[in-house]
């Protein structure tokens, strides 16, 4: 791809790309060159000197040019009168590196001596003892003593939350702390978040941060697995476990699309005797979320262990819910689906599994009834044809591809592939980004185009000629202010473009929706489609993962409504039946992110009480209801999926566990150099191929798009950070999570009289809403913004409102 | 030399003031350059002058004003007027009384360089100079049509700011000036890429200091070959030097390059006070090599070449002479705090190397540190020696090493093992007998 250059590093020959890092050269030949500022994400700064080594080049008769060779004909080598630091030096061809003679061996005692006189010897409380780079290259390269008088030490502040002690996620150990700037680089250049930086100057110098609140950014834990001592920790973690307790389960994040590769680190209690889990790390896919994940997957996994969870079956008898006994409520369950007539609906949260959601439509088909998915975005199908092709890597595209994102706010969203496509543009890639209003990644966009809500199709076509002479084209569209119908137009109108450019079926092109849910592709994959014409009144409904009444959204009612769910919800509430549902970390499973990658999920902590995994419960069902056998456990499933749905066939749980070597180069063993993410040692998982990917005509289809509303609407918006019914479990984030708001532009704000944090009331389809007013900007003149799932009413889509002063 | 010619204010009164400076030919020769020269006709010019960087490195200007990358615009020019070391006092004497000749070296500068915007950064304390003399000279400028655009009805526009520091003696190095300039915190950058490739903004950036430009006006307004009537060959011009410490007449004179040290102590600053013996000389402030005042040195010429070769450096040649009185353990205890104060704690090695040595040499100032201590300072300054990121760790450990290896004893007579104590009394102390030393431990 690049040109190669050819180096020798303490006499071994090693070829890189042009351009590569000594440091990452010699990494390449397994020669750890040790480092504590470096880091292989992030441009180099030379600062901490750890990595000095001895360079020399080839001499070159000054009047000739020619290279000047020994007796033997080998090449003189002229060595540098000083150490240079091989995190900071590019290579070039004929370059001769030592690492291992006494200059650099003492030069690293001496800078590990320097560090180590004004580091605090608190390896035994601290959290990071165990798994610190500090400590391992201290063992490997540092003196066994110190000069330095103890009484001399510099004392700073130990506990200093970056925030207030009420919101703070990360907490900063001065004394610990070696000022190599990875957190702060990492915030400038990685998440484009300038919250943080330093304060001072010499050994005072110290991590501030200078945002409301603190550290105000969707990733500000990753600074804790790439900071290479104990001095950044989380508010969730720190004093929680010692590494070397903690267990390591592979996993996929299950909050959003990206399908972020995790490992979730369990300990087992010594109260309880159960595992737990400690905290949620991320788990190497440079071609999902490289190293990183987002701090709602890093910290909203407390539910897992809520203590408000469903433990036992239950059966309403008298009016009231009552716990039984599985054989009970499923013996009942099947004998009413045997008697529905074909009157049956399963509805379904793309929160769960594959094969939840395969085993249920089964289920359902089986006694002719209908499934549905619980979801408001269209397109599904559309992606199963013309999806991003194979071999697609956000961390590839860069110059001569064109990324468009349409009706999402991507960062709220899908942060890590915020994260992804920034990089992309600021690579070189063409970032176009459509919406109604103002997003963050406007600022990285080379064109920002503005639509009046109900528009977005229009805006769609009006990018034509923007995208014309792109080499790579990746449409992103999501459901910003849209329902089903309206969604489905513009994943049409995305898809048009696509095929008339002729951008399918090739890596880096294509088409990729940003979904609600995390498995909410696979859940069309299973067959399950959102919920068009609701069906009047089945006899039985069976709801999944999915709360209706909860969200106010319009539900059909049932005879008979079985719940298979975490939490009692508001839907659970009302059903005849509530079982208790397994969640992802208590068993095994795949996801498909909205990459069409399909990947595995293994199991890390026991289930509570009597809970089931989904797919379980429907397999048991259907047995009892005389479909056959239940089968045994996912992989079988999953087998069953290979075999029934046509994308997925040949893989397997065998196929999705492969990995294979990975660039950069961390962690394992090589925590020092990458921090503390996990190596990938559990699977990559596989990015099933569209039918453009496997060569088959696509075809372009006039998309049907529904009315414009007029005059004042209301807009549901998504927040990352919401009071879902999983992720409000977490409470170390509530600080984050806003009280109920709405944001109004300020020349509506002025018309009705209204300043910023004033009351109002918002009256959409009848319904009434009392909120605060936020008049920051955000929101164009004539819509008013109304971030959902924040304890107000849920909107469907963009509609006509009246507001008025409170 | 009876005429001076960077403080030529001492010489002609109310030369500051824009008229008188005008009357003496003042902007003739930034005219002449804009309206009948090329950048490159001057860039050559200053080249065979010859004349040399005064900040401290010595480096020849016109070539470094060649090395700004080709094709590549916008361009600057930064003025490195932060003149932060200690014991250096020119710049604000040439700013302040001799401010036209000094603009008008940076205009020149900038038209040799192609920039069309000229940055003076100053530090802090230099804030007066800023508001009361330099602002409003600016100000006349522009309203002159010696600043501004289309200049002399050509198409060279150009324009002077100042830029005030916060106080950081690591913003005279010429990398964290330009991150100062920027808003940011002020830390040396990794070099490559320099200044005149990637400087300021990223673009290509000519740094040079006060005293360096207001030689160019010189240059351009007589010849390079006038220029090089003073000084030597290789340090061809003449120099400010800031002449202080122990000295009846301190200040600035200006005299040839190759002027020998005694010719500037005794002739010039009339000789030490008390007529005592000068025990040491610091020719580039605190952050020399401390050499003791031997003969040798007394007569060594202070030009660039010179003084290299007796191990030291002239560097912006702040002359600090210090007579027999002086304990060298209490000034390297100076020069490292004030190093320890400055460190901007990027790297390693200055951030921590400069804590450590003031530890120890706090120790040894109070009379409790052992001689085995004195070598532990030796080998944390060698430690910290060539692993730094920018120069300030090298300077801080030049007077360090140096007062070690030349005076040593007076480091020795702090320490408890190394003192020469008066005889011991007759009856041996009922306390613990002092702990044996193992003679392999110590130093010495």
Redesign the interface.
Same mark, same amino acid.
């Given at each position: 791809m690049t040109d190669l250059i050819t180096l020798k590093i303490d006499d071994v020959e090693v070829q890189v790309p042009k351009g590569t890092l000594v440091v990452d050269a010699a990494k390449r030949i397994n020669n750890d060159i040790p480092v504590f500022c470096y880091h292989p994400k992030l441009d180099p700064v030379g600062m901490c000197r750890m990595c000095l080594v001895e360079v020399g080049r080839p001499q070159r008769d000054r009047a000739t040019g020619q290279l000047l060779t020994d007796e033997q004909g080998n090449p003189k080598i002229a060595y540098g009168a000083k150490l240079d630091t091989a995190c900071t030096l590019p290579v070039e061809p004929g370059m001769h590196i030592r690492t291992s003679t006494a200059d650099v061996t003492a030069a690293r005692k001496d800078v590990v001596e320097f560090i180590l006189t004004s580091h605090p010897l608190d390896c035994p409380i601290c959290d990071k003892g165990g798994e610190c780079p500090l400590q391992n290259l201290t063992m490997r390269h540092g003196p066994g003593t110190s000069r330095f008088i103890f009484g001399e030490k510099i004392h700073l502040d130990k506990r200093v939350p970056l925030g207030t002690p009420d919101n703070a996620l990360i907490y900063l150990d001065r004394e610990r702390c070696i000022q190599c700037a990875r957190c702060t680089r990492f915030s400038d250049e990685i998440a484009g978040d300038h919250v943080i930086g330093f304060y001072e100057r010499g050994r005072k110098l110290e991590i501030v941060t200078f945002s409301e609140p603190g550290f105000d950014s969707k990733f500000s834990g990753n600074t804790t697995d790439i900071c290479p001592v104990g001095a950044l920790t989380t508010a969730d973690f720190r004093f929680q476990a010692r590494p070397w307790e903690l267990r390591n389960s592979a996993s996929i994040c299950t909050h959003c699309p990206v399908g972020c590769n995790l490992h979730l680190n369990t300990r087992r209690s010594g109260l309880s005797g159960k595992f737990e889990i400690k905290r949620v790390m991320p788990r190497q896919n440079e071609q999902v979320n490289e190293i990183w994940i987002c701090d709602k997957g890093r910290f909203g996994h407390h539910y897992i262990s809520s203590p408000d969870r469903l433990l036992s079956p239950m059966i309403r008898k008298n009016g009231q819910l009552q716990d039984a006994t599985w054989d009970e409520v499923l013996d009942q369950v099947a004998a009413k689906l045997k008697n529905a007539g074909g009157s049956v609906l399963g509805l379904a949260g793309g929160r769960l599994s594959n094969e939840d959601l395969f085993s249920l439509n089964k289920l359902i088909i089986g006694f002719g009834g209908h499934t549905a998915l619980a979801s408001r975005l269209g397109g599904g199908d559309l992606i199963q044809k013309v999806g991003l092709g194979v071999g697609s890597n956000f961390g590839t595209m860069g110059k001569g591809t064109t990324i468009v994102v349409i009706a999402s706010d991507l960062e709220e969203e899908a942060p890590v592939w915020w994260l992804r496509v920034k990089q992309a543009a600021e690579r070189g890639a063409t970032l176009i980004a459509a919406n109604g209003r103002p997003t963050k990644l406007d600022r990285y966009a080379k064109q920002k185009v503005r639509y009046a809500y109900g528009d977005e199709v229009n805006a769609l076509d009006g990018l034509a000629s923007a995208v014309e002479k792109a080499d790579n084209l990746v449409i992103m569209y999501g459901g910003e202010g849209l329902d089903l119908a309206g969604s489905t137009a513009l994943a049409q109108a995305c898809a048009n473009l696509l095929i008339s450019t002729k951008h399918v079926g090739k890596p880096n092109n294509g088409l990729v929706a940003v979904w609600e849910r995390a498995n909410d592709q696979g859940a069309w994959d299973m067959g399950l489609r959102p919920m068009s014409e609701a069906m009047s009144k089945p006899a039985v409904m069976i709801v999944a993962a999915a709360d209706p009444a909860g969200d106010a959204v319009s539900m059909p009612k049932a005879d008979f409504t079985v719940v298979t769910e975490l939490f009692l919800t508001a839907t659970a509430k009302e059903a005849d039946v509530v079982l208790p549902a397994q969640t992802f970390a208590e068993r095994d499973g795949t996801l498909t992110s909205g990459e069409r990658r399909v990947q595995r999920y293994y199991p890390s902590v026991l289930p509570l009480g009597q809970c089931r995994a989904d797919w379980q419960i429907f397999q048991q069902i259907g047995e009892r209801a005389g479909q056959g056998k239940a089968k045994a456990g996912a992989a079988l499933v999953f087998a069953d999926i290979a075999r029934t749905v046509p994308q997925y066939a040949g893989l397997s749980y065998q196929s999705l566990a492969k990995v294979e070597k990975q660039l950069p180069d961390v962690g394992g063993l090589d925590l020092y150099y990458g921090g503390t993410a996990f190596e990938n040692t559990a699977g990559l998982g596989v990015q099933y191929a569209t039918s453009a990917d496997r060569g088959e005509a696509v075809s372009t289809a006039t998309p049907t798009v529904p009315a414009k509303p007029e005059g004042m609407v209301a807009v549901p918006t998504t927040l990352l950070y919401d009071r879902g019914t999983t992720f409000y479990r977490s409470y170390v984030m509530h600080p984050r999570i806003p009280m109920p708001f709405v944001e109004i532009n300020s020349a509506d704000a002025a018309k009705l009289n209204i300043i910023d944090g004033e009351t109002i009331m918002l009256s959409v389809n009848g319904t009434e809403v009392k909120a605060a007013a936020r008049v920051d900007g955000r929101a164009p003149e004539g819509a008013v913004l109304v971030p959902q799932s924040l304890g107000m009413t849920m909107l469907e889509k963009a509609s006509a409102a009246s507001v008025r002063k409170a | 030399m009876g005429e001076h010619i960077l403080l030529r204010h001492r010489d002609i009164p109310d030369i500051d003031k824009l008229d008188v400076y005008i009357q003496h030919g003042g902007y003739e020769a930034f005219k002449k350059v804009v309206t009948t020269m090329t950048p490159g006709q001057v860039i050559d010019e200053v080249k065979a002058s010859g004349l040399r960087g005064r900040g401290g490195a010595g480096f020849p200007t016109g070539v470094k004003w060649s090395f700004l990358t080709k094709d590549s615009f916008p361009r600057y020019v930064t003025v490195n007027s932060d003149e932060s070391e200690p014991g250096t006092f020119k710049d604000r004497e040439l700013m302040e009384k001799n401010p036209h000749q000094f603009l008008e070296g940076v205009m020149i500068t900038a038209y040799a360089a192609r920039a069309n915007v000229a940055y003076n950064y100053m530090r802090g304390e230099f804030w007066d100079i800023a508001v009361k003399i330099l602002g409003p000279i600016l100000a006349d400028l522009r309203q002159r049509g010696i600043l501004g655009k289309n200049l002399f009805g050509t198409d060279y526009s150009l324009d002077i700011f100042n830029h005030l520091g916060a106080g950081?003696y690591?913003c005279g190095e010429e990398t964290a000036l330009l991150e100062s300039i920027e808003g940011k915190? #002020?830390?040396p950058r990794?070099r490559p890429p320099f200044p005149a490739d990637k400087g300021l903004y990223n673009k290509p950036t000519v740094v040079n200091n006060t005293e360096t430009l207001s030689n160019v006006t010189y240059i351009m307004q007589h010849s390079a070959a006038k220029f090089r009537e003073n000084g030597t060959e290789k340090s061809p011009g003449t120099k400010v030097f800031c002449l202080s410490g122990h000295v009846n007449k301190p200040g600035n004179y200006e005299l040839p390059l190759g002027v020998t040290l005694r010719t500037l102590i005794y002739e010039h600053g009339g000789g030490l006070p008390g007529d005592k013996k000068p025990k040491a000389v610091m020719l580039a402030g605190a952050s020399s090599t401390v050499l003791a005042t031997t003969d040798d040195i007394l007569d060594m010429a202070l030009d660039y070449e010179s003084v290299a070769a007796k191990g030291a450096m002239l560097g912006s040649a702040s002359v600090i002479v210090m007579d027999e009185t002086v304990d060298a353990a209490w000034l390297t205890l100076k020069t490292t705090r004030f190093f320890?104060?400055?460190?901007? #704690?990027?790297? @390693?090695?200055c951030?921590? #190397? @400069?804590?450590?040595m003031l530890?120890v040499l706090e120790r040894v100032n109070k009379n409790e540190a052992m001689k085995a201590d004195v070598d532990?300072l030796n @080998?944390v300054a060698n430690?910290i020696q060539?692993?730094?990121?920018c120069p300030l760790g090298e300077f801080a450990i030049a007077p360090v090493l140096s007062s070690i290896k030349t005076f040593r004893a007076d480091f020795d007579a702090h320490t408890k093992d190394g003192a020469k104590k008066p005889a011991p009394a007759a009856k041996p102390s009922a306390a613990k007998p002092p702990p044996k030393k193992d003679p392999a431990s110590v130093g010495d």
């Open positions: - | 950081a690591i915190l #002020g830390q990794l320890k104060h400055e460190s901007c #704690g990027k790297c @390693t090695p951030r921590e #190397g @400069t804590y450590w530890n532990l @080998t430690q060539n692993k730094c990121l």
